[in-house]
């Protein structure tokens, strides 16, 4: 049995007429009846009761109608299901990003949504280490964050831009005047991180593991928003990628000077599961985030 088949008997059974029905299909009459004698073959029974005066539905017929026009409605909706993913204007996208990213992505999040408002976005923010275990899962079509320091072979990390790590002031802190900072420099000051398992906070750890400084931390917590208004509001320093504070009114990031090494280097990625398929979705989104980020590369990265 074939959909083009099933096409043909929803046709006849419309018009009851050999002829009209062969017309409409744009078919010859031999060929229509050809095919509907295949397909009561493939039923072993017959599904139009015909005589020199009238065709008419066997109650197989009677039976077979509906269900064939759901079939073919099912099969047209899968086209058109599959052509609206293929021009994204339909379909889910579902994204995984950490706290370093949220800023980062903003941009593009509001001009794909401007731009394809029929594709459903789902965003979820976390660590690292829970968006790579629901990647891995199927739970998203891609995590935005900074390179792990131990790769995992079932990602694919493509780097969108280098980042250093920085310590986050508001504009009126003393911080705020320098161009740069050290790891020894930052015990004058008082310490809010990000809760241990965040990247920012792995970093700094991977930073000062060679050095016996000691620190003032005075606060730990794993919502950013909480703790740039604490920032913004205090005399607190908080350490971050640079690339937190894009687009946050009232930070300021100063690079620490001291970090800008390869093996601390902070790289910025789309994080895919290697060998599944990629959306058009996803496609897409990287191309305008990649797009984004360029201008991040100019005016954040190394000199």
Request: aromatic share 8%; charged share 25%.
């Amino acid at each position: 049995m074939e959909l083009r088949q099933l096409r043909y008997f929803v046709k006849l059974a419309e018009t009851l007429n050999f002829s009209m029905a062969a017309k409409e299909l744009f078919i010859t009459q031999s060929t229509l009846s050809h095919q509907i004698l295949q397909l009561e073959n493939d039923f072993q029974q017959p599904l139009f009761l015909r005589n020199s005066h009238e065709v008419s539905l066997t109650e197989a017929g009677e039976t077979l109608l509906p269900l064939a026009k759901d079939t073919l409605m099912s099969a047209d909706n899968c086209l058109l299901r599959l052509d609206e993913l293929k021009h994204l204007v339909g379909g889910e996208l579902n994204i995984g990003v950490t706290f370093s990213f949220a800023s980062i992505m903003a941009e593009t999040v509001t001009a794909f949504l401007r731009k394809y408002p029929h594709v459903k976005m789902n965003v979820t923010q976390s660590t690292m280490a829970e968006l790579i275990a629901q990647l891995e899962n199927h739970e998203f079509d891609f995590v935005l964050a900074f390179r792990p320091t131990v790769a995992n072979p079932k990602i694919e990390s493509r780097v969108l831009f280098h980042h250093r790590l920085a310590a986050i002031v508001n504009e009126r802190h003393a911080l705020a005047t320098h161009d740069t900072i050290t790891l020894e420099e930052l015990q004058r000051y008082d310490l809010a991180l990000t809760r241990r398992g965040t990247q920012a906070r792995s970093a700094f750890r991977h930073a000062i593991a060679d050095h016996d400084y000691h620190y003032k931390i005075k606060v730990e917590m794993n919502t950013v928003y909480l703790l740039f208004r604490l920032v913004r509001e205090s005399n607190y320093v908080t350490i971050l990628s640079e690339s937190t504070v894009v687009g946050e009114d009232g930070l300021k990031a100063i690079p620490i000077v001291d970090t800008d090494t390869p093996d601390k280097e902070m790289q910025g990625c789309i994080h895919l599961l290697k060998n599944t398929y990629v959306k058009n979705s996803t496609k897409e989104f990287i191309r305008m985030l990649s797009d984004s980020t360029s201008i991040l590369r100019n005016t954040l990265a190394e000199p």
